[in-house]
């Protein structure tokens, strides 16, 4: 049942990737779809514990504090994250953030990753997707590679390698500041976190299972535990 779902869930991602024009319904049966496998992995009685999802946009987790400055979504607190956290030192048992880091410029991206460190418990774990530097240079820029192209010519209006990669540093002007792995990690360890790479959906965590949306080779998934 599990690998059913799991192989649900790769041909929606491959269906957005590969459209020739955006298709905001299979967005929306993607984020249906995890948040059924989530459900059904996690049974009938998940465990008991407090959890942020920082910027949570458009993908509301129950069970979670959704948080986003931006009060058109379905959020449970509206707040400035690039500013602080709205939580007590050591008080929350995992934070989700996935493409938020980048919508910060990097002193306002290290203060939030102090934040992080500050409102996690010593036995937290923050889960950090966000988009690679170094991946989206190689892979759209020098090799070029097609599939990125076409759907950065779909979603983007890009139509030159140039003009992909520009607006994936950019994105309309809502990008402030790409990591590259190298420097997030060295980042994350001076704050004070011990930092492990992890794959797409997979996590040692039950409770952080299952809550990505993106994998297209282009963003680096990061675990993050007060070291």
Same mark, same amino acid.
């Given at each position: ?30 984020? $249906? ?7 059904? #992995? ?11 999802? @920082?910027?949570?946009?458009? $993908? ?29 030192? @050591? ?20 203060? #939030? ?44 209006? @890009? ?42 959906? @997979?996590?040692?965590?039950? #409770? ?20």
């Amino acid at each position: 049942m599990l690998y059913f779902h799991v192989r649900r869930l790769r041909k929606l991602q491959r269906a957005y990737y590969d459209a020739q024009t955006p298709d905001g319904a299979v967005i929306l049966e993607y984020l $249906q779809a995890l948040a059924e496998l989530r459900k059904a #992995f996690l049974g009938t009685n998940p465990p008991r514990v407090r959890a942020l999802h @920082a910027g949570s946009g458009m $993908q509301y987790l129950p069970g979670w504090i959704n948080v986003d400055i931006d009060r058109a979504h379905t959020i449970d607190v509206a707040g400035d994250l690039a500013i602080s956290l709205p939580f007590r030192d @050591a008080s929350l048992d995992y934070i989700h953030s996935e493409d938020f880091l980048e919508h910060l410029d990097f002193q306002a991206g290290k203060r #939030f990753l102090r934040e992080c460190r500050r409102v996690l418990k010593r036995s937290g774990v923050m889960r950090l997707l966000t988009p690679d530097l170094r991946r989206i240079i190689e892979r759209v820029y020098v090799d070029r590679d097609e599939r990125h192209l076409r759907w950065c010519g779909s979603y983007l209006d @890009a139509s030159s390698p140039a003009e992909a990669l520009n607006m994936h540093l950019r994105m309309h002007g809502e990008h402030r500041f790409l990591y590259d792995e190298e420097l997030l990690t060295e980042t994350l360890r001076e704050i004070g976190f011990a930092v492990r790479s992890v794959s797409w959906n @997979a996590s040692r965590e039950r #409770f952080l299972r299952f809550l990505d949306l993106r994998d297209f080779g282009l963003s680096q998934f990061l675990e993050c535990r007060p070291a």
